[in-house]
């Protein structure tokens, strides 16, 4: 079986792997990292997306191998462990943006990348647009675009946090 | 209202775990040696199994079994049930044709289950899966609700595919209601089959240890005890008190997750026969086609008015498409959840609702969102706003004109309402919605080329289910009462083990609200516990709204016992008479005194039991109630729908949303709102976008995220939510419940504003553009602007 290296929330990680097994699979089953999931499989509801090279990208799309020498961020690598939140996962707790949690991470990841692409002031008809790639099914999103809007606001500031603007 | 009691917007607890990553699904739990489970499933709807050849399989890589229904069946497993008897009008009992969790003989639906392949790695699993051969006689087979009972006959006990032909009401009074109306309003209506799609897939890990002869199942279920005991009892895989079923964090559930499935079946059977720990994740695809559907009503429905638009009679002939199997609350849904629901808000004299409940070769169908209710107040909605433009009535002025005013209200559905006022909640809807500007707006919209339209939807469903004597005398199998323990500690701190299971809902926060501010301790100090049957005393689970109305007043139930013993305590304490003793914000204290000892004293006290003896009091102070509402609720409320719709494509825009919902007492008004947004979205999912749908050979077209259209952000508003009050008479906290609601209400106001639009009643659900202009082309000169 082949081995692929990667940095994964700043810390560089290997493992074997099938050249057909995903890279969502390879951060939840090799490296235990939980908070990225799978909803579906058509590449559509957004639940495992993560940041690859500093980019928004579905982790259920990505074979593992691909991701040979890549720098990977997940849910869990937005907040040092007992730090701060990032702001964006406050405003989601701020703004009720989420419910069984499910689709959360990925909803956030994506976030952050619409802040990237669009800057921190966002309006309503962008956020709505620019979440083409995730579904929630608990909240209507209505709370969820207003979690990141608020997000993005504050991050405005500059985030006290390991995910470097790239 | 202090800022973490009952009325505040507390943000939530469980929301640390999920923002971060570390909720824990059911597929993040591993269990040492853990194996997996592939389903081999039928690529046909309806076929004899002339053979299945497992040889291949299982000489595959990593394979440790390749099991089949006839092994099932060898071992003694036995069937999954349907646990609500329904009869037909003629007095015999509903078909329930056998359902193993490995079809043998026959398959009855695309995606029925004729074996599994347990193996070390997923990937070695489907390899062998891929090599399991099944030799299969193609059968014809229906799929379509109104065809069923001229289709070939899916099960033996079921001629004509009939399982039960049921009705509700008094038809000849009916009958004669409508033989004196002014005007008769008729509607056809298809109620579209729809695929539930929480995002969490559902999954499943059983694990056998041998040495205790006990199974552990985690599970994704909405109520882990029910699945215990429908498992232990009735598919008789183990004693109940060697069973032990965990819900951990569960994402979504809408219902889909209420019913007990193969999948979890052959898990446990599996892991005890192999010895190890057996876990099965659906894909989606396998979601599609495993996931009990909801809705998949065909009605033919008629309201009979006066010549001033009052209402005398409705009735409603059903055909209600419960799929290949029925599935564990299926029967109940097109009966007493919906026909029950017919009179809606309006006092109508007579009903008669007849529902004929069918097998086709399609998924089981069982309660998603609503249940039942949003069925029932669409055919309402709808024949209330078509005969309100037939008799040229403004919407809102023929439904004031049958509001029901007094209460309580009998209807002639068996509901009899506790409280209500439909009447505010419409005119505070009709305020925030700015009705009065709509005709503005439509001009503005027409220079734009679009058809803007309004739609009304006010709706009451019934939900806290419910009384367990009611539900028993309706043929329910088990009671719907529901448990809390009261456990405070030493140092004052509490846990409530509750039989609700929350899944999105928030109980961690809600919950915790309600015993801090009755106990007044801190909210940090309260913990719920739930989702476990080694932990939590026997529950039903959460479904049907029932968490707020019927989970929390088993909450306060036993608080009260719990300050009736502090109180004794207290009394020992401050060495007076029991009913001298006072409890107010958290103090214990001698009335007309100042002697006083807090909360954190008295349970300490308890505990140590220094202060009296073993003959006086009991030490320790923990607290269990079992509550069994004494009614149902009835929430209910108003939504209004703008659209916008481009006269040239078809295509609908909703542009705006107004909801005026009176769910009694709220805790959290932050997570109602949350509740409201999402029962909307799926109700605007059911009117706009969603539908499953199988073609002529009974195949499932709709079989993914690619073809079946799930609501994004880009498809809904923001929405305005508004409430009113009143409180449930029936219940401590006067909650009506919230979860349902906007599920309910949605579709009937989509749809009432598109045909205002566009000026055709021509329409189904999903009111795709296709299907919007083809109506518009059937439409009567449109309706003139300024009116």
């Known amino acids: ?166 | 209202m202090s800022a973490t009691g009952i009325g505040a917007a507390v943000r939530r607890k469980e929301d640390f775990r999920f923002i971060t990553g570390q909720g824990q699904y059911t597929d993040d739990v591993t269990r040492p040696d853990e194996a997996r489970a592939v389903f081999v499933r039928s690529p046909h709807a309806h076929a004899k199994i002339r053979n299945i050849e497992v040889s291949a399989a299982k000489t595959m890589p990593g394979v440790i079994a390749v099991l089949t229904g006839a092994e099932l069946a060898a071992d003694k497993i036995g069937n999954l049930i349907c646990g609500w008897m329904i009869h037909s009008k003629d007095g015999s009992p509903m078909k329930m044709a056998p359902h193993p969790a490995l079809t043998t003989g026959k398959v009855n639906h695309v995606g029925d289950a004729v074996a599994v392949v347990i193996a070390e790695t997923l990937a070695q699993g489907r390899d062998a899966a891929e090599k399991v051969k099944v030799d299969y006689e193609p059968l014809p087979s229906v799929t379509d609700a109104a065809k069923a009972k001229s289709g070939p006959q899916i099960h033996e006990v079921a001629p004509k595919n009939t399982i039960y032909e049921w009705s509700l009401g008094d038809e000849k009074a009916t009958t004669a209601a409508f033989a004196k109306a002014k005007h008769v309003t008729k509607l056809d209506i298809v109620n579209n089959r729809l695929v539930p799609n929480a995002v969490e897939p559902r999954a499943a890990l059983a694990e056998y240890d041998a040495g205790t002869d006990q199974l552990t199942l985690w599970n994704t279920t909405q109520n882990p005890h029910v699945a215990r005991l429908v498992i232990a009892a009735f598919v008789a895989m183990a004693p109940e008190h060697k069973l032990r079923v965990i819900a951990p964090d569960v994402g979504g559930g809408f219902g889909s997750k209420i019913f007990i499935y193969p999948e979890e079946v052959v898990c446990l059977w599996a892991a005890r026969k192999t010895r190890r720990p057996v876990k099965w994740v659906a894909e989606r695809s396998e979601s599609f086609l495993t996931d009990a559907h909801g809705r998949d009503h065909v009605t033919h429905a008629e309201l009979a008015l006066d010549e001033n638009g009052k209402i005398l009679a409705l009735r409603a002939k059903t055909i209600a498409n419960l799929g290949a199997y029925m599935s564990t609350f299926s029967s109940s849904i097109p009966t007493y959840l919906y026909a029950t629901l017919m009179s809606g808000q309006y006092d109508i004299p007579q009903i008669h609702c007849e529902v004929d409940a069918v097998y086709t070769n399609t998924v089981p169908v069982d309660a998603y969102r609503g249940a039942g209710r949003p069925e029932a107040t669409f055919v309402v909605e709808r024949l209330v706003e078509v005969a309100a433009r037939e008799m040229k009535i403004e919407p809102a002025e023929l439904r004031k004109r049958n509001f029901i005013k007094s209460f309580p209200h009998q209807t002639p559905v068996i509901m009899a309402y506790d409280a209500g006022d439909y009447h505010a909640s419409l005119k505070k809807a009709m305020e925030l919605a700015d009705v009065k500007g709509f005709n503005k707006r439509k001009r503005e919209s027409a220079r734009n080329g679009k058809l803007r339209g309004i739609g009304y939807s006010t709706y009451i469903e019934a939900c806290g289910i419910a009384p367990s004597q009611a539900v028993g005398s309706l043929g329910a199998g088990v009671g719907l009462w529901e448990s809390a323990e009261v456990r405070v500690n030493p140092t004052g701190s509490v846990e409530v083990l509750t039989g609700s299971h929350a899944h999105g809902q928030g109980h961690e926060t809600t919950f915790a609200q309600l015993v801090s501010e009755r106990l007044g301790i801190p909210f940090e100090n309260v913990s719920i516990v739930h989702g476990d049957t080694d932990k939590v005393q026997f529950g039903m689970g959460t479904y049907g709204s029932r968490s707020g109305a019927v989970g929390m007043s088993a909450i306060v139930k036993a608080l009260d016992k719990i300050e009736a013993k502090a109180k004794k305590v207290a009394a020992f304490m401050m060495e007076a008479a029991e009913t001298d003793i006072e409890f107010k914000d958290g103090k214990f204290t001698v009335a007309g005194t100042d002697k006083s000892v807090g909360f954190g004293d008295v349970a300490l006290n308890a505990y140590i039991a220094h202060k009296f003896t073993g003959a006086q009091l009991e030490p320790g102070l923990k607290e269990t109630s079992f509550y069994d509402p004494t009614n149902f609720t009835f929430p209910a409320g108003c939504h209004i729908c703008e659209v916008e719709v481009d006269s040239e494509t078809g295509k609908a825009e909703i542009v705006a949303w107004t909801a005026v919902d009176d769910f009694g007492t709220v805790i959290n008004p932050m997570i109602v709102e949350g509740q409201v947004h999402g029962g909307i979205a799926q109700g605007v999912g059911q009117a706009l976008l969603e539908g499953a749908v199988y073609d002529k050979d009974g195949q499932l077209v709709t079989g993914s995220f690619m073809d079946y259209s799930m609501p994004h952000a880009h498809d809904l508003p923001s929405f305005h939510v508004g409430l009113t009050e009143t409180k449930s008479p029936s219940n401590p906290l006067g909650i009506k419940g919230c979860g349902e609601a906007g599920a309910i209400a949605a579709p009937a106001a989509v749809i009432n504003a598109i045909t205002d639009a566009i000026g055709s009643e021509q329409l189904s659900m999903p009111a795709t553009a296709n299907a919007v202009w083809a109506a518009m082309q059937h439409a009567p000169a449109q309706r003139q602007a300024a009116e």
């Open chain 1, 1 to 166: 079986m082949p081995t692929v290296s990667m940095t994964v929330n700043g810390k560089a990680v290997s493992g074997q792997v099938e050249e057909r097994t995903l890279l969502v699979q390879f951060l939840r089953e090799n490296l235990r990292l939980t908070g990225t999931h799978v909803g579906c499989d058509t590449s559509q509801c957004g639940a495992c997306v993560i940041h690859l090279d500093g980019i928004a990208a579905k982790s259920c799309t990505l074979l593992a191998l691909q991701c040979e020498g890549a720098k990977i961020t997940t849910i869990e690598g937005l907040a040092e462990p007992n730090g701060p939140l990032h702001p964006m996962q406050e405003a989601f707790r701020q703004n009720h943006g989420l419910q069984c949690g499910y689709c959360t991470p990925g909803m956030i990841m994506a976030a952050l990348d619409i802040v990237r692409r669009n800057g921190h002031d966002l309006d309503e008809h962008t956020i709505r647009e620019q979440l083409d790639g995730n579904i929630c099914r608990c909240t209507g999103y209505h709370n969820i675009v207003k979690a990141i809007a608020a997000g993005a606001k504050a991050m405005k500031g500059g985030a006290p946090s390991r995910q470097a603007a790239e």
